[in-house]
């Protein structure tokens, strides 16, 4: 499979590395503006590099990994080449399929949304497909991202909800790692050591998770006795409205979200 990706960033890089320690057999072809970035790409990842007009027509697989504001520019330029049978697969946030659509008639497009856990290669990516899309194309770009962490397959009416759940997820963590921190040093720990037990114990509860043996509510009630010290912490996250508060938190997110699918006009 011959995989081109326009766009070199962040995001490209870590889908690079994930397939290469999967041994995936992927022909890696990569265009970017920035020849600097090009000559990482080449020494970190032995993939090759080329122009536009070389990788294109090349590539079976196309991957554009550029920022939303670069993306009107890409499809432009993308129009004067032959994309029949080829899959095109998006990870700009905020546009829709329509966006592509409109642009690139009669292509097969995918819309991705991945998160930043993509850097430590335990990402959970939201893939909606547009149509015209094959079941051997879903296949290709789920296998792709699955090089990131997890997958899962959407209707794109659900992105902005995913956005909210995953998209933004990681950074609710981090705001819960640094307030347990806070909150320890508070109590008398150094705080080196509160912040190393803050993420530690998250990290060992996101484990538990992932061996998905019992349900999140399940593992919070076996941790919790009655009248102990883990019920009184719930209580005052219950008397201090948390359910209310992340309820409302995640439906601002969507909300954002919603508002810069408008603001880009190209709402779906």
């Not at 070199?8 to 265009?31: F, K, W």
């Not at 941790?223 to 219950?238: E, I, Q, W, Y």
Request: glycine share 10%; net charge negative.
């Amino acid at each position: 499979m011959k995989l081109g990706f326009l766009g070199g960033g962040n995001l490209a890089a870590s889908m690079i590395r994930g397939l290469r320690e999967q041994n995936a057999p992927y022909d890696i072809t990569v265009h970017d503006i920035d020849p600097q970035r090009l000559e990482f790409l080449r020494a970190a990842y032995a993939v090759r590099t080329a122009d536009a007009e070389a990788l294109v027509p090349e590539a079976e697989t196309l991957l554009l990994a550029v920022k939303p504001n670069h993306a009107a520019g890409l499809l432009d330029a993308l129009r004067s080449y032959d994309l029949s049978g080829k899959l095109l697969i998006s990870t700009a946030a905020g546009l829709p399929l329509r966006f592509y659509s409109a642009r690139l008639p009669g292509a097969a497009l995918v819309r991705a949304m991945p998160n930043t856990s993509s850097a430590a290669l335990r990402a959970v990516t939201g893939l909606a497909a547009g149509e015209g899309v094959t079941p051997a194309q879903r296949e290709t770009a789920a296998a792709i991202f699955s090089a990131l962490g997890k997958v899962l397959w959407i209707e794109e009416r659900g992105m902005n909800a995913l956005t909210a759940v995953s998209g933004s997820g990681p950074a609710y963590f981090y705001l819960l790692t640094e307030l347990m921190a806070e909150a320890g040093a508070a109590l008398g720990l150094a705080p080196a050591d509160a912040e190393f037990l803050a993420r530690e114990t998250l990290i060992g509860a996101g484990r538990m998770l992932e061996a998905g043996s019992e349900s999140p509510a399940a593992l919070r009630e076996r941790v919790t006795s009655p009248g102990g010290t883990t019920a009184a912490a719930l209580r005052v996250f219950a008397e201090s409205g948390l359910e209310d508060a992340v309820r409302r938190a995640l439906a601002a997110c969507a909300a954002r979200a919603e508002e810069m699918v408008r603001e880009s006009g190209t709402a779906c």
